[in-house]
């Protein structure tokens, strides 16, 4: 999907210069003026521009394939996340790579967009579930006491310990506040976001640790990772069922898998150009889509 990824405000550069037989000016200088047509006829002979005919033209087939399969509140909710987690530094980050909050959601629709063309394009087995689900944890809710060093670990432990279960959650949050030095959780009682086994955020052997327990058991072994030593509460932990009880579950993380896998994206996204009917008509940009409209010719004849 690289190739597809390139910043959506050339997607916009590339529309103003739609109606290019006009002679409207884009810059002046005292050697001359540059005008669309002409900045259109340079643009075009270069990759980069190349590329953004191929995103305009994906973007139209799978609006038009897709569209009713993404809302816009999957698109807000996909944007809030990336904004809460840059918090107040969202912008800047914006900024730096050039881009606009709309065009930011303009890509994240892309994705979702492309995101469901994979799904509706490939194939998945009862054996890639099975596979799948052998690596599969459901989405847990933890609380964590994140510590310097394992003497104050395994002391907070046994403070916990001493405690009845029914008044384990409230103790537990009373230690964070008192030991944890996660800022971000110690006043909350220690409590994360909940998690799965595709979290990438958090430490392996943090993960490892908290899918081994069950609802309100604590971890009485101190958690080493690189931030130091945690003590792990589960808070809710469903357990990990059947393959049938999680079946959305595992397709989503295949097919999230799929879009990552080059052979597989080359080839719907030639089925993809193939259905929206694309016909290039500058004659210089003739071979734009030759590398998927071939794959597309190919697959349709070995069938």
């Not at 799978?62 to 569209?67: P, S």
Request: net charge positive; charged share 20%.
């Amino acid at each position: 999907m690289k190739k597809w990824s390139i910043a959506l405000t050339g997607l916009l550069l590339a529309a103003t210069l739609a109606s290019c037989g006009s002679q409207k000016v884009v810059a002046t200088t005292n050697g001359g003026n540059i005008t669309e047509p002409a900045y259109y006829s340079s643009l075009k002979e270069t990759p980069s521009g190349q590329q953004v005919l191929q995103q305009m033209i994906l973007s139209k087939v799978l609006e038009k394939q897709y569209g009713d399969k993404v809302s816009q509140t999957a698109v807000n909710q996909l944007f809030n996340q990336t904004k809460a987690q840059y918090g107040s530094s969202f912008n800047r980050v914006l900024s730096q790579g050039g881009i606009t909050q709309s065009s930011y959601k303009s890509d994240i629709r892309f994705r979702l967009l492309f995101k469901e063309a994979v799904k509706a394009n490939i194939k998945i087995t009862d054996a890639q579930l099975k596979k799948q689900f052998k690596h599969y944890e459901p989405k847990v809710t933890v609380a964590h006491i994140l510590v310097a060093n394992k003497a104050t670990a395994q002391k907070t432990i046994a403070q916990l310990s001493d405690t009845k279960p029914a008044n384990r959650e409230k103790a537990f949050t009373q230690l964070a506040k008192r030991y944890s030095t996660d800022s971000v959780t110690k006043n909350k009682g220690g409590k994360l976001a909940q998690f799965d086994s595709t979290d990438t955020t958090l430490d392996s052997a943090f993960k490892q640790a908290a899918f081994k327990l069950k609802t309100d058991d604590y971890t009485t072994v101190p958690v080493k990772t690189q931030y130091g030593y945690h003590v792990i509460l589960m808070l809710n932990n469903p357990g990990k069922g059947t393959v049938k009880d999680h079946k959305a579950a595992l397709t989503a993380q295949i097919v999230n898998q799929e879009v990552n896998n080059s052979e597989v994206t080359h080839e719907v996204i030639a089925k993809v150009l193939k259905k929206g009917d694309v016909s290039i008509k500058d004659s210089q940009l003739k071979q734009v889509l030759s590398d998927y409209m071939s794959s597309s010719s190919s697959n349709a004849s070995s069938k």
